[in-house]
């Protein structure tokens, strides 16, 4: 109802996911801090649209990765080997019993993953959406969802298993 008070409380339950997820997919901190800015102002402008208060959280989702997908159209950021090791955030304590160079070879391992695999594969492990939430989200059929997610962590398997015989 346009209380300003109340959406901040709820954007700030998700405030955390929304910039991890932000962060994966555009991979600079800075980047992903404007996609997240982005969203929520549109979210904020547009909120008497949301049907269902119960859609929060995956209609705030659906809005980043829509501003993701464009502020990354529109940059044709390319990610380097030299962006992601320079980048310190992207190695955060979030997996406190990895160390950092598993999750840099992570990070790695899912940036190569073609731009709408990652996307998948963010918003399940990361942000947590079933795979029926994720192609609402995206327009897809949870079928296709599914076997997306399934055909891409097991190519990060293979590719981290790779890296893990290398050494």
Known sequence: NGDSGAFAALYAQYAEQL????????????????????????????????????????????????????????????????????????CNQESPGLDHAVRLTVREAVAALPPEDRQIVLLSVVAGYTSAEIAAMLGLNAATVRSTKSRSLARLRTMLSEECKNG
């Not at 991890?20 to 979210?43: H, I, K, T, W």
């Not at 705030?60 to 940059?75: G, H, P, Q």
């Open 19 to 90: 910039y991890r997820f932000a962060l994966y997919y555009m991979r600079n901190p800075a980047d992903a801090e404007d996609a997240v800015q982005d969203a929520v102002l549109q979210a904020f402008r547009s909120v008497s649209s949301l049907r269902k208060e119960d859609s929060f959280r995956s209609w705030l989702f659906k809005i980043l990765c829509n501003v993701c997908k464009k502020k990354l159209t529109e940059n044709k950021n390319i990610i380097t080997d030299e962006s992601v090791q320079d980048n310190p955030d992207l």
